[in-house]
């Protein structure tokens, strides 16, 4: 079986949930190669690395297909980020392939994903080839198997007619996607208003300074909803699923649409003055008070 991985390049570095995507291929094969569309600064990976240039954004994906068809790749692996579940339904609809998105695990030739709220882990197996699947990031891991040089090689890739990508805006202040993040603070509607979110950036700064990991703020629907805060922070159904290490929920009464997009974080930690907060039900440790007393005192008892 031969893998093909692409790569989501940002400011010239390679984004962490390629990694997943590498990882993945990993357990199907040992015949990976890879693909971007612009060239990474650096790589700790060895390999073939096809460029993919295009007089413009968005490619044709059909040129995409038809190489994919042409080198014999069996399966595709992409980031599950928006790029990569944008991309990766386009190539499947002109490989006239398989699609999964957000992939979580592979077992017997078939693919795991989280359906009905994430509450159920279902396997499907592909019944057409070749087969594309994006890959939920912090699903997988890469372990540095691949060694040696990048070989990059230049392919030319027609751009697709009729539409151009004319701007590209960058996330505001550099933040963690929360996709990528290793901690997340999460505020709902208990923060009271875009001021409640200066405390949640100012804990999640001295997590980040603390050495805790990667840090990123998330936030509920209801935030979001009330102008607080950019919908890219937004966890949930239709916002982004993660799964970090650890989640800080706070002022989050525990929806159901907001638990489908969080609820396989390793560790989750519940502030509400609620007791009867749904949130509670699926936390490791809750804490019952206001956030704004309980988060400086957290921050008091980090700094030591």
Not at 93 to 111: H, M, Q
Not at 263 to 292: E, H, M, R
Request: glycine share 10%; net charge negative.
């Amino acid at each position: 079986m031969k893998a093909l991985v692409f790569l989501e390049i940002r400011d010239g570095n390679i984004r962490s949930a390629s990694y997943d995507a590498i990882g993945a291929a990993l357990k199907v094969t040992q015949d990976v190669e890879f693909a971007a569309f612009d060239e990474p600064a650096s790589a700790d990976f060895g390999g073939k690395l096809h460029l993919m240039n295009t007089p413009h954004f968005p490619p044709k994906f059909e040129a995409i297909a038809d190489f994919i068809t042409e080198n014999k790749f069996d399966i595709v692996f992409l980031p599950g980020t928006k790029w990569g579940n944008w991309l990766g339904a386009s190539l499947a609809a002109a490989l006239n392939g398989a699609f999964f998105a957000n992939i979580v695990d592979l077992e017997d030739n078939g693919f795991k994903r989280e359906i009905l709220s994430n509450k159920i882990r279902a396997l499907f197996k592909p019944v057409v080839s070749p087969v594309v699947a994006t890959v939920r990031p912090k699903s997988f891991e890469y372990g540095g198997e691949l060694s040696g040089k990048v070989n990059v090689e230049k392919i030319e890739i027609l751009a697709n007619e009729g539409v151009e990508l004319t701007e590209t805006i960058p996330r505001e202040g550099n933040e963690v996607d929360i996709t990528e993040a290793d901690i997340i603070v999460a505020g709902g509607r208990g923060v009271g208003g875009p001021e409640g979110f200066k405390l949640l950036r100012k804990f999640a700064a001295l997590l980040n300074e603390l050495g805790y990991g990667s840090v990123a703020i998330g936030a509920s629907r209801a935030a979001v909803d009330e102008g607080w805060i950019d919908h890219s922070h937004q966890v949930g159904q239709t916002g982004k699923v993660v799964s970090p290490s650890v989640y800080i929920a706070c002022g989050i009464s525990g929806a159901m649409q907001h638990i489908a997009g969080m609820n396989s974080s390793k560790t989750i930690i519940a502030i509400n003055k609620d007791p009867q907060a749904p949130i509670f039900q699926y936390a490791d440790y809750g804490i019952v008070g206001d956030l704004f007393e309980v988060i400086p005192m957290m921050m008091e008892k980090l700094k030591g």
